[in-house]
Every structure is written in structure tokens, then in C-alpha cells.
């Protein structure tokens, strides 16, 4: 009976969410969604019609949602590997059906295990608004919402995936059993999550989330090797019967032990809170990114600053005092970026210097090496040095309060606070130039082309990229300022410019064996026309267009 009561709710909590979901995405429609009211939430005459298409859609996410992932890893399985027999270094290159299965070992069965296993979900406001809210007893919750997510992954998951298999020459048989290791290691994953929660401390769940990070770096480095030495014994054995046999066991093992276990019902009922619930509600999504711990304020510095030597006054004060407060956020949001960065280019270091010794190099740069660098600089810098967290940060915690004041968007003061987040930016981005920069000249001195003006060139070339994509979202902002006061971007411009810049920036790295010097040339000018004009439009339009949506 109380199983029936919890199957019950989930059901008609799924069933309520898709019906909300449906009637917000109604009411963000052009022209009409403004007719809609909010009474339809509780309105009973359409309740029952667009419950259904809200079914429907949740339907079609259910069944769909897995063929459109295994879909996007089966293409990209395909330019997996045909990349590998490019690559000279690789001598046993994995196929396209292998580079397939590779991809779901590293993201289905490595990273997604550590991801789908977790049964608490600190995050989640469903488990709290089950819990503490309807007062269902956690233990039979949290497994039945296991259990059903567990066998629709099974079914639905296990028969596209028999498809896929199908597709790429294997036998139905390895499908269903690489889907059971795959349930047997997420069932195993979350017994042993519960023991990783620390309720007595500030951060209950670090130990997990510290698991999931270097499971997540070991998924992708086992993944690499099987990928550099062709291990396809490894491969075939996660799709054997031997996997399936091992995938029941644990399934078997780690199901009961679930069943018995007591931690449970303790974890959700000291880590379930409501006050957990009310920080979550609170949190809105346009504003994830840009809140501060009170650990990262640098109170005691600016305080230290200003009281000795102040020499500074109005607007640059008050952008000084503001960069300051909130440099060690900054720097620490770049600290991934910078760690990522480096990775990359000591992997593309190591593929250019195994490249080398096998006698031919894995990357076809020779006499027109800017012609390949061009379009790849420009795909990295726009991931690099994108500066759109940091102006929506700058508006979130500064512009929003001021700019209802006129003083504040005057020319001057526009000029000053423009110039010193330009600075503050250069700054911040320095140290992700300096990696990549030094990451081009090794590969640049391994392909034998070195000379004083290629050093130079290259220097310059990546130092104007970097200048053009940490000016760009700076002008759009005190030009545009797409930002609402509720954090919502509303600027039909700033969007439709920006999707511009994402299609040059990455649309051209398609194009990178036909780059003529003429192209060369004409995208470099580009960038610099880009930064001269934008910074003339800043000090001729931007007093009245700098203003609060």
C-alpha cells in the first residue's frame, strides 16, 4: 500500500510538471504567449487537453531523448575514426563501430554512471518536496524513483541502443549486455555514493563530488589510451557475456545491500531540509554564475587600499574598489579555464612529438602553418576569452543599482569604467594567452619552421585575438545592455550578433584548408576594424543606449 502511495505521487509529480512546463512554454511565445494568463495553471476546463499534449511531451523526451544521444555518439564514432587513420602515431587505428562503442564506455558507462547514480540529489527540489513537504518516507521514495528510472533506462535505452548496435555491425546480444554492466556499476556507484556523504560538515556531499571530478578525468584518460593503442580486447569484453554476467552479480549484490540498508532514510532526513528547498526555489537560473561566496570577498585588501594613498576619485575609484573586491572570484572562475587550456595544448604537443619520431606529422601544417592556426585560434579564443560572465557579473553586482541614475552613463564616465573593465579583462586573460601562446611556439619549433618573424607573428596574431574577443561582449554590453533587472537577456540585437560570431568564429575552422593569404588578411583587418568602429560607437551611442531594461 505504501509503495502504491509513492508510485502514486511520482506518477502525478511528472504529470504536473509536464502540464507547467507546457503552459510556460505557451506563454514565451511571440504575439500570443502574452494572452495567456496564469489562471491556466490551475484552470480545470483545459487541464485534461493539455495534460495530455503535456504527456505527449514528456513522452517524446522519454523515448527519443536516448536515440537523439546515441545518434550524436554514432556520428561522432564515425569522425573519431576517420580522424584516427590520420593520426601516424596511432598504429592499430580503432574502426568506426569501435570509436561508437568507445564513446559510450567513456560517457555512458563512465561519466553518466558517476552522474545517474547518485540517489539523494541534494539538488533536486522534487526529492525535498516529496519528503518534507507530503511527508513520504525517504527510503521507499528514493528506490521506487530508482527502480522506475533504472528499468526505463533498461527498456527504452537497452532497445534504441540494440538499433545503434545494429547499425554499426553487432549483434543485438552485446547491446543488452554492455545495458546490464551498465546498471550493474550504477547500482554498485550508489551504495557506495551513500557512504561518501559527510551530513556533519558545511559541505555534505564534497567527498562525491570530488569522486565524480577524477572518475570523470580517469573515464576520458582510459579512453584515450584504448583510443592511442587500439585495445579493442577492452572493448569487446564490456559487450560480452562475461559483462552481462558480471553486470546481474552486481546488480544482485548492490540491490539487496540497497534494500537493507538503513543510511538511507538517514541521509534524506538530515540532508532533505526544508531550508535546503527554500535555497533552491530562491536560486534563479538567470543568476547562477554570478552570486559570491562570502569567503571570496577581499574585504580586508580594498579596506587596506584605501586607506593609504587614495589617488583615485568618482567613477575609476569606484570601479577600482569594485575589480578589487571581487579579484579572487574572478581569478578563481579562470582557474578551470586556465587548467583545461593546459591540458590541450600538452596534448597537442605530445600528438605533434609522437607525430614527428614516427617520421610524418599527425596535424597537416607545413608552409602555410598560419593558414591552419588562423581558424583553430579563432574556435579556442572565442571558448577563452569570452567575457559575457564577466559584464553580466559587472551589471548583476554594480550597473543594475546605478545606471537608474543619469550621471552614470555619461560619456566620461562610460569612457572610464569601459577602459578600466577592458584592463581588468586583459588582465584576467593574460595568463590563458601566455599557455596557449607558449603551447603554439612547441609545436611551431617541433614542425622545424622556426624564424624570429614566424615567433613574432605568431605572438601578434594571437595577442589581436584575444584583444577582439575580450572587447566584443564589452561593447555589446554598454551598447546594447541586454540585461533586465531580473537577469534576463532581452536584446534581440545582442543575441542575433552574437550567434554571428559563434558561426565565424567556429564555421570557419571548417574552411581551414582553403585559407588564402587574401583570407588571411582580410579576417585579421576585420578584427581590427571590429575594434576600432565598436570603440567609436561606445563613445558615440553608448550614454543613451547604457540604460535599464
Given at each position: 500500500m505504501l509503495k502504491d502511495k509513492v508510485l502514486h505521487f511520482y506518477l502525478r509529480l511528472g504529470f504536473a510538471q509536464s502540464y507547467n512546463q507546457l503552459i510556460y512554454l505557451l506563454q514565451k511565445l511571440p504575439l500570443i504567449g502574452k494572452y495567456l494568463s496564469n489562471r491556466l495553471y490551475s484552470s480545470k476546463a483545459l487541464r485534461i487537453i493539455l495534460l495530455i499534449l503535456g504527456l505527449l511531451n514528456a513522452a517524446a523526451k522519454l523515448i527519443f531523448g536516448p536515440a537523439l544521444y546515441l545518434g550524436?555518439?554514432?556520428?561522432?564514432?564515425?569522425?573519431?575514426?576517420?580522424?584516427?587513420?590520420?593520426?601516424?602515431?596511432?598504429?592499430?587505428?580503432?574502426?568506426?563501430?569501435?570509436?561508437?562503442?568507445?564513446?559510450?564506455?567513456?560517457?555512458?558507462?563512465?561519466?553518466?554512471?558517476?552522474?545517474?547514480?547518485?540517489?539523494?540529489?541534494?539538488?533536486?527540489?522534487?526529492?525535498?518536496?516529496?519528503?518534507?513537504?507530503?511527508?513520504?518516507?525517504?527510503?521507499?521514495?528514493?528506490?521506487?524513483?530508482?527502480?522506475?528510472?533504472?528499468?526505463?533506462?533498461?527498456?527504452?535505452?537497452?532497445?534504441?541502443?540494440?538499433?545503434?548496435?545494429?547499425?554499426?555491425?553487432?549483434?543485438?546480444?552485446?547491446?543488452?549486455?554492455?545495458?546490464?554492466?551498465?546498471?550493474?556499476?550504477?547500482?554498485?556507484?550508489?551504495y557506495l555514493y551513500l557512504h561518501l556523504y559527510r551530513p556533519e560538515q558545511e559541505k555534505p556531499s564534497q567527498y562525491l563530488a570530488w569522486t565524480m571530478g577524477f572518475g570523470t578525468v580517469i573515464s576520458v584518460f582510459i579512453g584515450f589510451l584504448i583510443y592511442w593503442l587500439g585495445w579493442r580486447g577492452l572493448l569487446a569484453g564490456v559487450t560480452s557475456y562475461w559483462a552481462m554476467g558480471l553486470g546481474l552479480a552486481l546488480m544482485t549484490i548492490f540491490g539487496l545491500l540497497l534494500l537493507r540498508t538503513t543510511g538511507l532514510q538517514s541521509l534524506a532526513n538530515r540532508l532533505l531540509t526544508l531550508s535546503s528547498l527554500k535555497n533552491i526555489l530562491e536560486t534563479r537560473p538567470e543568476t547562477v554564475g554570478v552570486e559570491v561566496k562570502e569567503k571570496d570577498y577581499q574585504i580586508d585588501q580594498v579596506v587596506a587600499?584605501?586607506?593609504?594613498?587614495?589617488?583615485?576619485?568618482?567613477?575609476?575609484?569606484?570601479?577600482?574598489?569594485?575589480?578589487?573586491?571581487?579579484?579572487?572570484?574572478?581569478?578563481?572562475?579562470?582557474?578551470?579555464?586556465?587548467?583545461?587550456?593546459?591540458?590541450?595544448?600538452?596534448?597537442?604537443?605530445?600528438?605533434?612529438?609522437?607525430?614527428s619520431k614516427q617520421g610524418s606529422e599527425p596535424f597537416p601544417v607545413s608552409s602555410d602553418f598560419f593558414s591552419h592556426i588562423l581558424p583553430a585560434s579563432l574556435s579556442i579564443g572565442y571558448l577563452l576569452y569570452s567575457s559575457e560572465h564577466y559584464t553580466k557579473f559587472c551589471f548583476y553586482h554594480l550597473d543594475r543599482l546605478l545606471l537608474k541614475y543619469s550621471f552614470y552613463r555619461q560619456a566620461e564616465y562610460v569612457l572610464a569604467s569601459l577602459k578600466i573593465r577592458f584592463l581588468a579583462l586583459i588582465k584576467l586573460h593574460s595568463p590563458l594567452f601566455v599557455i596557449f601562446v607558449l603551447g603554439l611556439?612547441?609545436?611551431?619549433?617541433?614542425?622545424?619552421?622556426?624564424?624570429l618573424l614566424g615567433i613574432l607573428g605568431l605572438f601578434l596574431l594571437e595577442l589581436l585575438?584575444?584583444?577582439?574577443?575580450?572587447?566584443?561582449?564589452?561593447?555589446?554590453?554598454?551598447?546594447?545592455?541586454?540585461?533586465?533587472?531580473?537577469?534576463?537577456?532581452?536584446?534581440?540585437?545582442?543575441?542575433?550578433?552574437?550567434?554571428?560570431?559563434?558561426?565565424?568564429?567556429?564555421?570557419?575552422?571548417?574552411?581551414?584548408?582553403?585559407?588564402?593569404?587574401?583570407?588571411?588578411?582580410?579576417?585579421?583587418?576585420?578584427?581590427?576594424?571590429?575594434?576600432?568602429?565598436?570603440?567609436?560607437?561606445?563613445?558615440?551611442?553608448?550614454?543613451?543606449?547604457?540604460?535599464?531594461?
Open positions: 550524436i555518439l554514432y556520428f561522432l564514432g564515425i569522425g573519431l575514426g576517420k580522424m584516427g587513420q590520420e593520426f601516424s602515431f596511432i598504429e592499430n587505428p580503432l574502426s568506426n563501430s569501435d570509436s561508437f562503442l568507445l564513446l559510450l564506455l567513456v560517457f555512458s558507462l563512465g561519466i553518466g554512471s558517476l552522474i545517474k547514480a547518485d540517489l539523494l540529489e541534494l539538488g533536486n527540489r522534487d526529492n525535498t518536496l516529496a519528503i518534507k513537504v507530503f511527508h513520504l518516507p525517504a527510503r521507499d521514495y528514493l528506490l521506487t524513483k530508482a527502480v522506475l528510472d533504472w528499468l526505463r533506462f533498461l527498456l527504452i535505452f537497452g532497445g534504441w541502443l540494440m538499433v545503434a548496435f545494429g547499425l554499426a555491425g553487432r549483434a543485438a546480444g552485446q547491446a543488452w549486455s554492455f545495458v546490464v554492466l551498465i546498471l550493474g556499476v550504477r547500482l554498485t556507484l550508489a587600499a584605501t586607506s593609504t594613498d587614495r589617488k583615485d576619485y568618482g567613477m575609476v575609484y569606484l570601479n577600482r574598489i569594485f575589480y578589487e573586491r571581487f579579484a579572487g572570484h574572478f581569478k578563481k572562475k579562470m582557474r578551470l579555464r586556465q587548467g583545461i587550456i593546459l591540458l590541450v595544448v600538452l596534448g597537442l604537443n605530445l600528438l605533434t612529438y609522437f607525430g611556439f612547441g609545436i611551431y619549433w617541433q614542425i622545424g619552421q622556426v624564424s585575438i584575444m584583444l577582439f574577443f575580450s572587447f566584443h561582449h564589452l561593447v555589446m554590453y554598454y551598447l546594447l545592455q541586454p540585461f533586465t533587472v531580473s537577469m534576463e537577456t532581452k536584446s534581440l540585437p545582442y543575441q542575433l550578433i552574437n550567434t554571428f560570431f559563434y558561426l565565424f568564429s567556429f564555421q570557419v575552422f571548417r574552411f581551414s584548408q582553403n585559407i588564402s593569404l587574401v583570407t588571411f588578411v582580410g579576417v585579421v583587418v576585420f578584427m581590427l576594424a571590429y575594434v576600432l568602429i565598436s570603440f567609436w560607437l561606445v563613445m558615440r551611442y553608448a550614454p543613451k543606449r547604457f540604460k535599464l531594461r
